[in-house]
């Protein structure tokens, strides 16, 4: 039996991650980008699919870990009959090859450990050729090659490479995994307390630039700091998170690939970098997103890889039996060739914010907005799948509608504010259509509420965002209305869920079975909603009630079962960490990040 989602800790180069178990077993590691075959998919199988293990032989009484002060650098400690020993797990930021460094100390006795390393190439599917060369143990198939260095004897057992060894009080013993294309040369060896020391002052650089002093300033840096290990730093794009298939529901199909970056994340990730004081971060950011939407409007997709690849299809492992029986495990994403129409709102919006907040104007960028305001005058008419990407019919979605209505008032600011040039005349018209349409067809009079769609009777938490981005004011009976409605039928326990999935509305809506936990981002969008209608007290006690969902670790994912208490789908989740910092910046007397302009009537 896997441990539970919240059971696991991140480590990671800034191009790909690992898991690591609370007992310091890797079970998660994709050599050697985030989207790459993983080696290590015990997480999503048993250990026969490939993990790293490090433990105390004759068992523990009790077991703790740590980050590293305002570091991804990991420590696991072990107390034994024997004495008490630590495993320090890191990735340093990539050289010339991708590493993972474990090192062994014992703080107090004699504790003999045992290393058991199983390497499982393509999602745990190739059992590799191991040789030794020259004191380096080498594992080879296909196009993939690791190195594994120690001054621990290694022996073979079972498929396996195991490691038994004696640790003694002030001792540290080091191991050392490399990656490396099987047609190369294994790298050079890496000094391990020399990387330890790169690493440590790297993320305490790093973290040291924040800007953001005041509430839940330790909750916000190690957020930060997960979404930047979250970020492949050869190209800006962050991923929506290092995992693929960690299910919303135990044991149920809703299991995605969420290894690639969407551009929903755009302005979140804009204004989490840029009010923490990063605009390095957020010019890149910004320049990856540029790179990747290239092309004709008409072909913007909803996600690309972290290098701006378009082709994500998505197949099935059918090998791993998925995360507690949860299956089918799924590689790529099929959501990337949907129609979402938000998304024109959401790269348009972030354009605006980058400016807004002092980034450089760029003519290519003011171009794209062009060209995608052109297509949008008449694409903006039709139905889609929307922002929770389903696989049912298209619809005429509330939520997509609004984010197109952004996206024409977005380029209307960038002419007043920026003073650019385009047809401003006719992008008033049209938003002033969408809104119209909008409040006629996407509210239900009857309920006094915003709907899903057009004609539908059913809430959505995507409408939490009407007085987010500013399409009505909070404080507007419509909004009002729209907010207690979903406090009181899409709330559970505080917990906001997406949409109703109940038997009745499956097929019609999502085109999925099964049921999903609490969506947490939704949750967070609930407190910005109680702070802008003055319900402080409300949002303050929501959001302390969401950060303890955290695991120790400061981590979370992009789901909750309030029933079973315990974290579900992918883990840990760009978005839900981006919702965190920047609910955190309005309830800490910030200009409240979500509003981005004033509204109209």
């Known amino acids: 039996m896997t441990w539970a989602i919240e059971d696991y800790g991140l480590i990671g180069d800034l191009q790909t991650a690992a898991l690591v178990s609370r007992d310091a077993t890797i079970d998660w590691l994709c050599f050697p980008r985030f989207d790459s075959g993983a080696c290590f998919a015990a997480l999503l199988g048993d250990e026969e699919n490939g993990r790293w293990a490090m433990q105390p032989v004759s068992g523990w009484r009790s077991l703790s870990r740590r980050y590293w002060h305002d570091t991804l650098v990991l420590e696991t400690v072990f107390e034994t009959d024997d004495g008490l020993v ?9 050289g010339e090859a991708p590493d993972v460094v474990r090192i062994v100390e014992a703080l107090r006795g004699t504790v003999r450990m045992r290393s058991e390393l199983v390497i499982r190439f393509d999602y745990g599917s190739i059992v590799p050729w191991v040789r030794n060369v020259d004191g380096t143990r080498l594992a080879i198939a296909g196009p993939d090659a690791v190195a594994f260095r120690t001054p621990v004897p290694l022996r073979g057992e079972n498929m ?13 013993v080091p191991f050392v995994l490399t990656w490396y294309r099987s047609h190369e040369d294994p790298p050079r060896a890496i000094e391990a307390e020399h990387a330890l020391r790169d690493t440590e002052d790297f993320w305490r650089d ?8 005041h509430e839940w300033h330790d909750d916000v840096h190690r957020s930060l700091l997960t979404l930047k290990a979250l970020t492949f730093a050869p190209t800006g794009g962050i991923v929506a998170a290092p995992t693929t298939s960690l299910p919303e529901r135990i044991g149920g199909p809703r299991n995605w690939d969420y290894r690639f970056c969407w551009l929903r994340d755009a302005t979140l990730m804009l204004l989490a970098m840029l009010h923490a004081g990063y605009t390095d ?13 290239a092309g004709d409007p008409a072909d913007l997709q909803i996600m690309y890889g972290v290098a701006g690849e378009r082709r994500l299809m998505e197949w099935e492992a059918d090998w791993l039996p998925g995360y507690r029986g949860s299956s089918p495990v799924r590689i790529g994403n099929a959501a990337s060739d949907q129609l979402q129409l938000d998304v024109y709102g959401e790269v348009i919006d972030t354009l605006f914010q980058g400016r807004e907040h002092g980034l450089e104007p760029l003519t290519e960028a003011w171009s794209l907005v062009v060209k995608m305001l052109e297509w949008l005058e008449t694409g903006w008419r039709q139905p889609d799948e929307g922002i929770w990407e389903v696989r049912g019919p298209r619809r005429h979605f509330t939520h997509s509608k609004v984010m197109a209505w952004v996206a024409f008032d977005r380029g209307i600011k960038l002419v007043e504010v920026f003073e650019r040039e385009g047809p401003v005349a006719r992008w008033r018209e049209l938003r002033d259509e969408i809104h119209d349409e909008v409040c006629r067809n996407g509210f239900d009079a ?27 004011p909070p404080d ?10 979903i406090e009181r039928e899409l709330t559970h326990d505080e917990f906001v869920d997406r949409y109703e999935t109940a038997e009745s509305q499956l097929n019609a809506v999502d085109g999925i079975a099964g049921d999903e936990g609490a969506f947490l981002p939704c949750s967070f969008w609930l407190v910005d909603n109680l702070f802008l209608q003055g319900r402080e007290d409300e949002a303050r006690a929501l959001f302390e009630r969401l950060l303890a969902l955290r695991n120790d670790l400061g981590l979370i994912s992009e789901e909750y079962d309030p029933v079973n208490g315990c974290m579900l789908g992918n883990f840990p989740q760009a978005f839900t960490h981006l919702a965190l910092v920047n609910s955190a910046f ?6 409240h990040p979500s509003v981005r302009h004033e509204a109209i009537s």
């Open 476 to 485: 507007d009976p419509r909004v009002v209305g729209t907010l207690a409605a």
């Open 281 to 293: 971060e957020a010019r890149r950011w910004r320049t990856w997103l540029l790179r990747a939407v």
């Open 586 to 591: 309005a309830l800490s007397g910030h200009l």
């Open 206 to 213: 790093w973290a040291a630039q924040c800007e953001h002093m």
């Open 446 to 472: 009857e309920r006094g509420s915003f709907v899903q769609s057009y004609g539908s009777k059913e809430l959505d938490a995507s409408l939490l965002m009407i007085p987010l981005v500013g399409f009505l």
């Open 86 to 94: 630590r495993v320090i797990d890191f990735m340093p930021p990539r």
């Open 160 to 172: 396996r490479t195991v490691g038994e060894f004696d640790v003694a009080e002030g001792e540290r």
